[in-house]
């Protein structure tokens, strides 16, 4: 099941299961993922797909 209208990445794994993180990347060990201020890591090869929330366009800032 995955969660709808989250601002948090969905790591899916190759199991079926999923994992929702506060942030996730890859790097040559594997898959890092944040979730509530623990790092985590996950061999890349259990991991089927990493969903980044979408991001938010910066807001300009007009100073006077």
């Known amino acids: 099941r995955e969660p709808v209208g989250t601002d948090r990445a969905i790591i ?12 996730a990347w ?3 060990q594997g898959i890092w993922f ?3 201020g ?3 890591f ?6 089927e797909a990493i969903t980044e ?6 807001t300009e800032s007009k100073t006077p």
Do not use: H, I, Q, Y
């Open 12 to 23: 899916k794994m190759k199991d079926g299961s999923t994992v929702e993180a506060d942030a």
């Open 26 to 28: 890859e790097d040559a």
């Open 34 to 36: 944040r979730r509530s």
């Open 38 to 40: 623990l790092v985590s």
């Open 42 to 47: 996950v061999e890349k090869s259990r991991v």
């Open 53 to 58: 929330p979408p991001r938010k366009p910066a």
